[in-house]
């Protein structure tokens, strides 16, 4: 035991709470009485921090920015706190009275999954980056009960379980019982002396929970405010006096709902009616909040476009443009020439994928039985706008029905990035690439009326989270070697690229990177049960299971290497095979039959080559379950290899690739998202670039690919394949894999991973080669590290804020 700490320390306070808040005799504290015991030290600075911010907003009439985003990605909220707060020494004096070490107990925090992936887990980042450079912001979302599902494997298949991370409740969160607006729904529209009158058939209340997100280096927080859905009515007592119990609960599950799930599906619009219900929920209760604190400042909606920035993540929230307009005419009377140049010059939107099917559109018909008064207001956005456009091409009817908001093929649908676009002054994708391909496809037509509407912001991650926290180890040779400044200035990496020459800082670089491959291999083991050699090179590929991101290349690069293995244990070049542990995370869609066939032939090929003992530690092919942040902060500092090999063209940006990067990992990867660009940054020499160009897959989509050449040319990938149809991985149920390569072998191979694999299994070769001198390895991994910088997050926002948003971040 400790000596007692000085009475109004952190450690002080921690102990306090454990009896006074937790209610637990301290001496008998578990490490989740603890964890909440510390958490609740920290939540009281927090507290203090929220209510300067405002005020000083406030005091300024502060331009404010707010993201609306049906996903934020928080994670684990402890250690960040902590490190913000100034408070990690305070922490582990607390702990140390109990004999418990921080790692042990930040465990005891469940994750705050409230996102699918990439898009989710970018808003957290944003938030951490906007706190951080004091930009008054509030990001604004969903208080889903249920957040991202947990994944389980079952005989290497994935089941979904519910993800109840509110069930013993949260320190974090800050109830605001006095803000509650009401959201409605349904009815019709009357029309009155030439005003709308909605008369809604619903309505359901929308309570405001906020999380406080503590900036670093600074006292500045950004706010995460989510909505909660509660109905208007309790449960129906004399339904329950009766005995009936179901309808006594209806009404009140009915509107509930709206906030139970996260819609746990990033390949196509799911939930139907709910979905779009949550997505106008959220807007519709953040505007009125922002519209709420806009007149308490200013008394006025005149000059709200000069104190408010909207900013759109992807199209969830598109609905807000309508919502506003309805907001400024319907309810404060505002004529709509003058609303509709407000709702132009606040709102900004990004698009996060060109994938067709993630492209949201709603049928008119939903749209007018849920939101009847937003369609109306929609349809005359579109004369308007149509009216506008057939200026710039007079009787081209198909250019009009291409921008139109209104796709008319079929079953009417209103097009949500459409309506994105027509309402926004600004629209970006997240990376050069993307941003490109934007103009010259989806939104070309687009793009011809408003060229200087599209603008590029490349995407970042947090330094905090993703180095400072995730990786200790080399936080500190950093520290060491070039100052503590790289936490809020990215771009100090720099000045590790000559100390890459110096064998000393190399040895240092290869030892941390050791440990965290230890510490890594204790969590496979944990998690898969299989025993990894830390020495080997570790290959890692984590992120969504979906096809465009090919997992299944790097599955049949594994099996055509354990099948050289087998036919040649000398090595391609007698000089021996260099171990590899090939690790897959992530999760699939529970509707995507295909993404989760790939997970299956992962485990079934990961079953028969690591009890082969002919292979031993040269081959381990192993898949983390429930892949998530938390996960991910330990994988991240453990990788060698960062796979990144998507067909290009199809993945917008990445930002795993940066995470690897940032932690020493090379890339292996496609010219292809933010993988160019962290070519750039790095170097050719210091990245491994296979395969296809965009404009090569065009052209041979165009051409008309034969995937079956491949397999007839190249005897090395028809055994892989063959292999697998014949039921080599799954002798039970020999042909459980051939819709998986009957898709590529007859189904036209959409995303050319046989056009790929050849310099895919080539490149492979390289890294082994590089990977067998450790000292170059090293010094190339350095400088991925130091070519990182201009991947932090805080880069990107301050592009946002200035370019975008038109807000000066606050030194
Ligand atoms: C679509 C839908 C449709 C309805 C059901 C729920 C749902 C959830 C997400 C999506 C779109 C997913 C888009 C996405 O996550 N894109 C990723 O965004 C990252 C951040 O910009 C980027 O780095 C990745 O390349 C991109 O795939």
Redo the contacts with the bound molecule.
Sequence with gaps: MSPTPSPHSFAARTEEHLLHTVGVAPAAASATELMHAVAQAARAELAQRWVQTQAADRGARARRVYYLS??FLIGRTLSNALAALGQNDGAAEALGAHAKAMEEVADHEPDAALG?????R?AACFLDSMASLGLPSFGYGIRYEYGMFAQEIQNGAQVEHPDPWLADGTPWEFPRWELSYPVRFGGWVEHVDGKAVWRPAGEVAAKAYDLVIPGHGTKKVSTLRLWKATAPAHIDLNAFNTGDYQRAATAKNEYENISWVL?P???????REL?LKQEYFFVAASIQDMVKRHLDEHGTLSNLADQVAIHLN?T?PAIGVAELMRVLVDEHGMDWTPAWAICRRTFSY?N??LMPE?L?TWPVGLMQHVLPRHLEIIFRINKEFLDFAAQFRPGDNGFLSRLSLIDEAGERRVRMAHLSIVGSHKVNG?SKLHSDLLVQTIFADFAALWPERFTNMT?GVTPRRWLAQANPGLSSLLDRHIGHGWRRDLDELHKLAPLAANPEVRTEFMEVKRANKARLAALIARTTGVQVNPDALFDVQVKRIHEYKRQLLNVLHVIGRYQAILANPKGPDGQGWVPRVVLFAGKAASSYHMAKQIIRLIHDAGRVINNDPRVGDLLKLVFIPNYGVSVAETIMPGADLSEQISTAGT?????GNMKLALNGALTIGTDD??NIEIREAVGDANIFIFGLKTPEVQALRASGYQPMRHYEGQPDLKAVLDAITGGQFSPEEPGRYRGLVDALLWGGDHYMLLADYASYVATQREVDALYRQPAAWCQRAIANVAGMGVFSSDRTIREYARQIWRIEPKP
């Design positions: 049906m996903e699918n992936g990439g898009l989710g970018l819609y599906n990033d390949s196509t619009p799911a939930g979905r992807d969830h990004t996060h994928t993630a949201e997240v995407n993945e917008a940006s990445g930002t998202g933010a």
